[in-house]
């Protein structure tokens, strides 16, 4: 019975993995559908994320509810974009830090020199870097060095992964940049609802002009549409684009006055719903994203 016994527990404990307490999954709780995104990516199997915001969410208007702290509190790691753009959760993540509690913002590594700070900013720093695919691509690493700190176990791996979605992110700068170039220079002018898109139009040569803002915790003023309206009229833009994450009213008055279409709807603060998918990729994903916001932009100002 005893040889039985032992006989049955070998078996028991051949057939549980070695080590598969030590690589139980790190719990991970991010902001932004883009973020999120990314550290899926590179964390892998080693790695569960919760998205605190998901399609259509505005970061800049967000206040975290009684169950997103509870999971920011559950979290073993935290990942934020950085640079005030989670502007309502700022004080949150400082507190979290302040307690010992692994609270990164995936922009910490970016020379500041790369950064668009616009005199209409206040001297601050435009958050919205992932429009310039090189630079979210350069956010990667600050990720997998994070992921690797506090678990070194996984350090291979996340390097792995890393390197993988960089090659990845190499691949969609090239087609933006071609795509781009289907476009005259001179009809490259971006119209929108608040100014998001700065660094796509550094990146892919569009004038990027926007109604609103950094953020879109101030409206629009009648001067402010006025003005746009005399824009778009002088200049013969023969379109303007919503965004998915910003009232559309606005824009559509700004149409509706000078008297040309909506080109479509931009993802710009939040990505598409995952599984939704447009001509071959995925909404819900940062290349699905960047594909689907070129396309429609291209499309609509030819």
Not at 58 to 80: M, N, S
Not at 89 to 103: I, N, S, T
Not at 240 to 267: P, Q, W, Y
Request: aromatic content about 8%; charged content about 25%.
């Amino acid at each position: 019975m005893k040889w039985t016994l032992s006989l049955c527990c070998g078996l028991l404990c051949a057939l549980v993995p070695f080590g598969s307490a030590a690589e139980k999954k790190i719990r991970v709780t991010t902001t932004t559908s883009m973020v999120t995104d990314l550290v899926k990516s590179v964390g892998g199997d080693r790695v569960t994320v919760q998205g605190l915001m998901g399609a259509g969410v505005d970061p800049h208007l967000y206040k975290a509810t009684a169950g997103d702290i509870l999971k920011l509190q559950r979290a073993e790691v935290i990942f934020y974009n950085g640079l005030m753009l989670e502007g309502k959760m700022q004080d949150l993540f400082r507190q979290m830090g302040e307690r010992k509690k692994h609270v990164f913002a995936i922009t910490e590594g970016l020379a500041h020199d790369r950064l668009l700070s616009p005199s209409t900013f206040g001297g601050h720093p435009d958050p919205h870097v992932w429009f310039d695919v090189l630079l979210w691509r350069d956010c990667v690493d600050s990720v997998e060095k994070r992921l690797s700190e506090v678990d070194p176990a996984g350090q291979g791996i996340y390097r792995t992964n890393a390197e993988a979605l960089k090659r990845q992110m190499n691949t969609l700068h090239e087609w933006a940049l071609k795509r781009a170039g289907e476009l005259a220079k001179e009809k490259r002018i971006l119209v929108t609802s608040h100014d998001a898109f700065n660094y796509f139009g550094r990146a892919y040569g569009f004038t990027v002009v926007g109604l609103q803002g950094i953020s879109t915790v101030t409206e629009a003023g009648i001067a402010d549409i006025a003005k746009l309206v005399d824009f778009v009229k002088q200049h013969k833009v023969p379109a303007v684009f919503v965004e998915s994450s910003v009232s559309h009213a606005t824009i559509e008055r700004i149409s509706k006055d000078a008297g040309v279409k909506i080109g479509g709807e931009l993802f710009s603060d939040a990505m598409g719903t995952p599984g939704q998918k447009e001509e071959g990729y995925d909404l819900g994903t940062y290349e699905g994203m960047i594909k689907h916001n070129l396309n429609t932009i291209i499309n609509a100002l030819k």
